[in-house]
């Protein structure tokens, strides 16, 4: 599918759910995808991107940041302490904020290098062992704290688990960012993100219906 047609079915869905036909940010994920594919999105114009490991983001984004103004680089996957200077110096936006430490240690950069990435909080929304996430329980607790640090805390973020119905997941992270405030719901991917949007998405990460399938090989 072109990224023109994802657009278009991003502010149907907006048109759809009563919002506004911009209501609604696509971040195409680049995450594995060969280099000429990402190339093709920025040549068409599109400039807010998402990648999910710092590592495999340092070695492409520079170079694209260079040749393409205006490129918007959002985190998307887990991140450790030990990256987390890395990541503010390349990334705008950290959507994986998930415990007490990594938002001190954000904090302690953004006081030191004068500029912080904005920020949203990871809810592990179906509670699973294995993901990534603040639980559903200590989720207001964490929001309590990023904003003590100050950090710019724009909204919540949740991966709904496999095989479940999504739309109870993004109903339930629109829930927790009403109580706490927050106006952005960063949910949604290439399979449901019209039901996303729905829910009041104003995020969307979508990478192989733009890109195609991603090979691991
Ligand atoms: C890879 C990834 C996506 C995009 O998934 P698609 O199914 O290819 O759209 C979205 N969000 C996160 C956190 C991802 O890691």
Redesign the pocket.
Known sequence: MSLQEIQTRIENACLAAGRARDACTLIA?S?VQPNERVQAVLEAGHRVF?E?RVQEAQGKWPDFKARFEGVELHL??PLQTNKARAAVELFDVIHTVDRSKLARTLARLADEMGTCPDIFVQVNTGDESQKAGVSVDDADALVAECRDLGLPLKGLMC?PPVGEAAALHFALLAKIAARNDLKGLSMG???DFEDAIAQGATHV?????IFGA?DYG
């Open positions: 994920v995450k998402g999910n998307i996957g991966i991917m290439s399979g990460r979508v990478g192989s219906a991603r």
